[in-house]
């Protein structure tokens, strides 16, 4: 079984539409977090919810919009999609963090390319 | 300045080499430290986490200087296998904020 599963995999779009990412994981994990690699491979956090609370927002543009249903799903959702969006994004999770000796286990990417 | 900084490489190295890479990091409360492994276009994965005693893991070893903020993976007798992009990994923020250096490129040659 597969512990953190995203979809889609792929996913090529007109800009100015509206799109989501979906993440679950079967860990029993509290926190989950999204990541942005783009074209230069930089790794970078957007989000980090624990159980199903923001905790950390990178300043992102607020047209990207987390939603966690509960504490083993966090969707992504991405309105009005610039070209600037295009990158691969990941989705993580962790234990609850409590100072730090918890590893993050990753979904396997959504490459998001936007036209 | 970045808040992770890693020599971006490439490395290329013979199999059998030893190589080492550096990373530096600014915020001085940073709490754990980690090294990732990514292979193209793949997810990242936890390589081994780094302890302010120095630790190793077969052919890894890891070292940290919170003093100078700087952290180290040195490989021994590299493997074609070895090959990928080593992310350092700080953590911050009691372990919600997780920060990605850019990525060292090792390429390892037959």
């Known amino acids: 079984d597969t512990a953190v599963s995203q979809t889609p995999k792929y996913l090529v779009t007109q800009m100015g539409n509206d799109k989501s990412i979906k993440c679950e994981q079967n860990l029993g994990h509290d926190t989950m977090y999204w990541y942005k690699q783009d074209s230069k491979k930089f790794l970078k956090i957007m989000f980090s919810?624990?159980?199903?609370?923001?905790?950390i927002n990178e300043t992102v543009p607020n047209r990207f919009s987390p939603k966690s249903p509960d504490k083993a799903h966090l969707n992504l959702h991405i309105n009005s999609l610039e070209l600037g969006d295009s990158a691969v994004y990941f989705c993580?999770?962790?234990?609850?963090?409590?100072?730090?000796?918890?590893?993050?286990?990753f979904g396997s990417g959504t490459q998001l390319s936007v036209l | 300045r970045k808040e992770v900084e890693q020599d971006p490489g490439p490395f290329n190295v013979p199999e059998g080499a030893t190589v080492a890479f550096n990373c530096t990091y600014s915020?001085?409360?940073?709490?754990?430290f980690f090294w990732y492994r990514q292979d193209c276009r793949k997810e990242p994965k936890l390589l081994m986490s780094?302890?302010?005693s120095g630790n190793e893991d077969g052919r890894f070893t890891a070292q940290l200087n919170r003093a100078s903020q700087y952290i180290s993976l040195l490989i021994r007798d590299s493997k074609l296998s070895d090959s990928a992009t080593y992310l350092c990994v700080v953590e911050n923020t009691g372990g919600f904020k997780t920060i990605f250096g850019a990525g060292t490129r090792l390429f390892v040659k037959a």
């Open positions: 993580a999770s962790s234990q609850a963090p409590t100072g730090g000796s918890e590893k993050l286990f």
């Open positions: 915020n001085s409360a940073s709490q754990s």
């Open positions: 919810y624990n159980n199903k609370e923001l905790i």
């Open positions: 780094v302890y302010s």
